[in-house]
C-alpha cells in the first residue's frame, strides 16, 4: 500500500503553499484553497515517521459528508471535493483559537483532572468523576491555534480580555459550537457511537463567519461505541473507542509524549497497518457507508489531474 506522505504540485494561478501538520494547502488566485490532506499522522503536535495508508482519504470523505451535513447550521469553506484526498474552498481568515467541546470526561481533560485540577480552560469540574464519565452538560475548552508547536489551553475569560477574538464574534462560535456539536451527537447515536469531543475552527469573510477545516474525523473527535457503555463504566473498564487516541495511548506506553528529548518509538509495518485499519474501521462506521480503497497506480498524479481539471471551472 502506497502512502502519500508529502505532495509537491505547481497548480494553475498558484500564488502559495502550506505545509501544516497532515495536509498540503496550495492558494490558488489568492482566492481559492486546494486542501491536500496526506497521509502524515501527528501526535502531541508531532508529525509521526510513517505515513498511514488511506488515511487521508479516510479524513477527507469523513469531512466532506458532515461539512454537508451541518451548513445549515453555519456556512463552510468548501466548494468542490475534486479528489478523495483533496477539497476546493475559499479562503478565509481563520480565527487564532480551536474551539474544542466535549461531552465526557476523556483524553486530556481526563489527564488534568487525574492529575488534581479541577478547572480546564477556566471552565470547573465537579469532584468525584471518572474517567469517561458524562459531563452534566457539554463544556468548552479552546486552545490557542499555533502556527508553530503546541496548541495551548485558554479560557474564554483570557481569549476575550486578549483581543483574540471580539466578544460578538465569540459568541457566534460559542452558539455555532453547540450546535455543531449536538447536531454531530445526534449523527454519532444513529450509527451506534458517542461522539465523546470534538474541535471545530472557524474563518471569516468580510463580515460572514465559515466553519472551515475538517469536523467529526477521527483527527479531530472521539467516538466511543455506545453498546456496554454504561456497563463498562460501571466496571470501571477501558471504553472501546474509535478515536486517534489509542495511537496516543501507544505513544505514552512507549515513552514518548511529544517532550524534548523523547524519541518516537519504531513503527512497524504492523503498527503502521492497524492504525489505518482503525481509520477505515471509523470511516464505515461513522458513515455507515462501505470504504472503497482508491489503490490509484499513481496517487499523486490522480491528484494532480483532478484539481488541476477542478481548477479549471473555477478559474474561468
Request: aromatic content about 10%.
Amino acid at each position: 500500500m502506497t502512502a502519500i506522505k508529502e505532495t509537491n504540485f505547481s497548480f494553475p494561478k498558484q500564488t502559495n503553499f502550506y505545509k501544516g501538520k497532515v495536509r498540503d494547502v496550495y492558494t490558488i488566485d489568492n482566492r481559492f484553497m486546494a486542501m491536500v490532506v496526506t497521509d502524515r499522522i501527528s501526535a502531541f503536535d508531532v508529525v509521526l515517521p510513517e505515513a498511514i495508508p488511506f488515511k487521508g482519504q479516510v479524513l477527507n470523505q469523513i469531512a466532506a459528508k458532515f461539512l454537508a451535513a451541518t451548513k445549515d447550521i453555519v456556512p463552510n469553506w468548501v466548494i468542490d471535493t475534486p479528489d478523495e484526498m483533496v477539497t476546493i474552498g475559499r479562503i478565509c481568515e481563520p480565527f487564532k483559537v480551536e474551539m474544542v467541546v466535549r461531552g465526557y470526561l476523556a483524553g486530556h481533560a481526563w489527564r488534568e483532572y487525574s492529575a488534581g485540577r479541577r478547572s480546564v480552560c477556566g471552565v470547573s469540574l465537579p469532584e468525584g468523576l471518572k474517567e469517561n464519565d458524562k459531563l452534566p452538560q457539554p463544556i468548552i475548552t479552546p486552545t490557542t491555534k499555533a502556527s508553530v508547536g503546541h496548541d495551548e489551553d485558554i479560557s474564554k475569560e483570557d481569549i476575550l480580555a486578549k483581543g483574540i477574538v471580539s466578544v460578538a464574534d465569540y459568541t457566534y462560535l460559542e452558539n455555532y459550537t453547540y450546535a455543531l456539536y449536538q447536531r454531530g451527537v445526534e449523527m454519532a447515536a444513529e450509527r451506534g457511537l458517542i461522539l465523546v469531543d470534538t474541535k471545530y475552527e472557524f474563518g471569516k469573510v468580510g463580515e460572514e463567519i465559515y466553519l472551515i477545516d475538517e469536523i467529526h474525523t477521527p483527527d479531530s473527535s472521539r467516538y466511543f461505541y455506545a453498546d456496554g457503555y454504561e456497563k463498562r463504566q460501571d466496571a470501571d473498564e477501558p471504553q472501546k473507542q474509535l478515536s486517534k487516541e489509542f495511537v496516543r495511548k501507544w505513544l505514552i506506553e512507549n515513552g514518548f509524549q511529544g517532550k524534548d528529548g523523547q524519541v518516537v518509538p519504531l513503527m512497524t509495518p504492523e503498527i503502521v497497518n492497524s492504525i489505518s485499519d482503525r481509520y477505515i474501521e471509523l470511516y464505515e462506521q461513522i458513515t455507515g457507508d462501505t470504504f472503497v480503497k482508491n489503490e490509484a497506480n499513481d496517487v499523486v498524479k490522480r491528484i494532480g489531474q483532478n484539481v488541476t481539471a477542478a481548477l479549471g471551472q473555477l478559474l474561468i
